[in-house]
T-cell receptor, first 113, second 110 residues
């Protein structure tokens, strides 16, 4: 596609509910990144894929967070048993090659109530 | 750590010039990016510096001093639409991700 597409744009979840956030990167982009952005803060790194391989997941805050990219294109970030502190905007970004500037999606705003 | 520091908020007048500073840890430095983010929208790429000096792109310029661990983004002829957050991001050798600063919220007043 022309840009990075994320869905849903907004998600309200009850505490304890599982959620799945989708990212469609730009076609052909090898690298895909997930970031978490709290209100008024800069994005914080969660995890990164090169093609289908998850090469770094050091930023995932707990084992409730899980990401996959099984065919090297679309990626899903899953959060199990959501808690209020998970409320944030989840940004996906892709780049054609490692180290190049990212193109970001518009993000998914998750609110846990 | 990789602390990246930026002022939290700045205010400037339409038509003026504003400079947004960013300082970062120099060890392992491998490039610095500036992004613009309007409220509720995706960050968009503005500039990239990996060597010392000034990179100019229209009304926006970005400067880098690697020895000082310092960069600034210079916005000239400010317009109302420049009201946004400006994010400084650093790429380090030991990771593939970028480390972002907290962002500077710029308000342009008429």
């Amino acid at each position: 596609g022309a840009g990075v597409s994320q869905s849903p744009r907004y998600k309200v979840a009850k505490r304890g509910q599982d959620v799945a956030l989708r990212c469609d990167p730009i076609s052909g982009h090898v690298s895909l990144f997930w970031y978490q952005q709290a209100l008024g803060q800069g994005p914080e790194f969660l995890t990164y894929f090169q093609n289908e391989a998850q090469l770094d997941k050091s930023g995932l805050p707990s084992d409730r967070f899980f990401a996959e990219r099984p065919e090297g294109s679309v990626s899903t970030l899953k959060i199990q048993r959501t808690q209020q502190e998970d409320s944030a905007v989840y940004l996906c970004a892709s780049s054609l090659r490692l180290g190049e500037g990212y193109t970001f999606g518009s993000g998914t705003r998750l609110t846990v109530v | 750590g990789q602390n990246i520091d930026q002022p939290t908020e700045m205010t400037a007048t339409e038509g003026a010039i504003v400079q947004i500073n960013c300082t970062y840890q120099t060890s392992g430095f491998n490039g610095l990016f500036w992004y613009q983010q309007h409220a509720g929208e995706a960050p968009t790429f503005l500039s990239y510096n990996v060597l010392d000096g000034l990179e100019e792109k229209g009304r926006f310029s970005s400067f880098l001093s690697r020895s000082k661990g310092y960069s600034y983004l210079l916005l000239k002829e400010l317009q109302m639409k420049d009201s946004a957050s400006y994010l400084c991001a650093v790429r380090y050798n030991y990771g593939q991700n970028f480390v972002f600063g907290p962002g500077t919220r710029l308000s342009v007043l008429p």
